[in-house]
């Protein structure tokens, strides 16, 4: 059986191992398409996306349309006659112009068990919501936002210390695989697709850096999710002594009654504890204002926290 063509459409690091697995089972890529590339930084040095970076070190040509609605980028992917177009966290919504152009329609690969956090954040709000377990479908793109009928999932236990930056790699592994087994025999595979059930379906936003600032007046097990969530990025947040103070691992402990959040009521050689609204935290990784990640020994070797102190 000739190899399947294949357009595929990716951005971030999610994306990579797909597109390796896809070169490396001998699937016919014609092209990738890649957001355009960036600025970033004082000197506005221009940087490639992941999957650009990756197509390149492969040699395989690489489009980065503005938008995917223009006359142009639609007649760019049509006469690359396609037989299926991936789509993995590329960033754009795809016009029905581009999904009606390959044969076996437009396939993506989303990190979650669908209808369940659709949207932009699924993995985040996976740890934020306390799952235990999230994994990956594969679906049949449509017009709507991750709507499409499902052709196969793959479920994934969650450790209880599973953080987004964890999380996000085991699933783009998983994601790749799946994928691969779906295009072992895709026609059967699009026979046998199942429609969501819209009444199951939550969705998710961006989550952005306006939620990192710690709220102690939370309960502790919804900070350390936050904590968890926000790893690698953006970072958890509160305020020692006037400037950030970044957390990066901390266990839920019982707290102190009648103790103000916020208030460090426990200090050890290797941690210190903060009471929360509810119950209180044992911080054990921090990270100071212009420093890098440190285990709290380190930390409190030249910074003094006492009982008592507000952070």
């Known amino acids: 059986m ?10 971030p690091d999610f994306s990579v191992p797909s597109l390796q697995s896809l070169y490396d089972a001998g699937y016919d890529i014609a ?10 930084g004082r000197g506005k040095k221009v940087t490639f ?24 980028a639609i007649k760019t992917i049509a006469d690359l006659h396609p037989d299926v177009i991936i789509v993995i966290a590329y960033g754009k919504i795809l016009p029905k112009a581009v999904l009606d152009i390959p044969k076996y329609g437009c396939l993506n690969v989303h990190g979650s068990l669908l209808p369940k956090y659709r949207g932009a954040a699924p993995i985040q709000y996976a740890i934020k919501n306390g799952e235990t377990e999230s994994g990956v479908t594969i679906m049949l793109l449509d017009e709507g936002m991750d709507t499409g009928k499902i052709l ?27 994928l691969l ?5 895709l026609p059967a595979c699009e026979a046998g697709a199942v429609p969501q059930d819209e009444a199951q379906a939550t969705y998710t936003a961006k989550i952005g850096k306006e939620t990192a600032c710690i709220d102690w007046t939370q309960d502790a097990v919804l900070i350390e999710r936050l904590i968890r969530t926000l790893d690698p990025h953006p970072g958890a947040f509160t305020t020692l002594a006037g400037r950030r103070l ?31 609204g509810r119950q209180a935290l044992c911080i054990r990784e921090v990270q100071p204002e212009s420093r890098k990640r440190m285990a709290v020994a380190q930390f409190l070797q ?10």
């Open 302 to 311: 030249g910074n003094a926290l006492t009982i008592g102190q507000q952070i």
């Open 152 to 178: 196969k999932t793959s479920v994934l236990p969650l450790d209880a210390k599973e953080t987004t930056g964890t999380l996000f790699d085991k699933l783009s592994v998983i994601g790749a695989k799946t």
């Open 49 to 72: 996306s992941p999957v650009k970076e990756k197509a390149l070190a492969l040699g395989i040509p690489v489009f980065q349309p503005d938008s995917m609605r223009g006359e142009d």
């Open 246 to 276: 970044k957390i990066w691992s901390a266990d839920v402990v019982d707290g102190s009654e009648g103790v103000a959040p916020g208030t460090v009521i426990a200090v050890a050689r290797k941690s210190f504890t903060v009471q929360a």
């Open 181 to 185: 087994d779906v295009l072992t025999d």
């Open 2 to 11: 000739t190899p399947l063509r294949m357009v595929f459409m990716g951005t």
């Open 31 to 40: 092209a990738v398409v890649s957001q355009p590339d960036k600025q970033r």
